[in-house]
Nanobody
Framework: QVQLVESGGGLVQPGGSLRLSCAAS????????MGWYRQAPGKQRELVAT???????NYADSVKGRFTISRDNAKNTVYLQMSSLKPEDTAVYYC???????????????WGQGTQVTVSS
């Protein structure tokens, strides 16, 4: 079993910054791709950013230049540094991890519980 624990959400004014963290723990061989997704009220969940174990990154066009994803492989932790936040960034942010099982046979996707980010004056 794998657990993803997120932290760092909250209320911030437009133009402000927040840093999200997500740590993976449990029994597994390796954590491959990690990423962040978000879901605003009445909208579908969408990709924000992903990062591979080799630190290759991918960003949604809406956050390029404002958000930075990074990871600490030794801690199985992914971070999302969010800057120049806008009201339209308001959403529940979910961590995702693609995990290889202990026996190396299987690949599973796991999700965090979500953390609320609200950008408002």
């Amino acid at each position: 079993q794998v657990q993803l624990v997120e932290s760092g959400g909250g209320l911030v004014q437009p133009g402000g910054s927040l840093r999200l963290s997500c740590a993976a723990s449990g029994s597994f061989f390796s954590v491959n791709r990690m990423g962040w997704y978000r879901q605003a009220p009445g909208k579908q969940r969408e990709l924000v950013a992903t990062i591979t174990s080799g630190t290759g990154t991918n960003y949604a066009d809406s956050v390029k230049g404002r958000f930075t994803i990074s990871r600490d492989n030794a801690k199985n932790t992914v971070y999302l540094q969010m800057s120049s936040l806008k009201p339209e960034d308001t959403a529940v942010y979910y961590c995702n991890a693609r995990v290889q099982s202990s026996d190396r046979w299987y690949i599973y996707d796991y999700w965090g519980q979500g953390t609320q980010v609200t950008v408002s004056s």
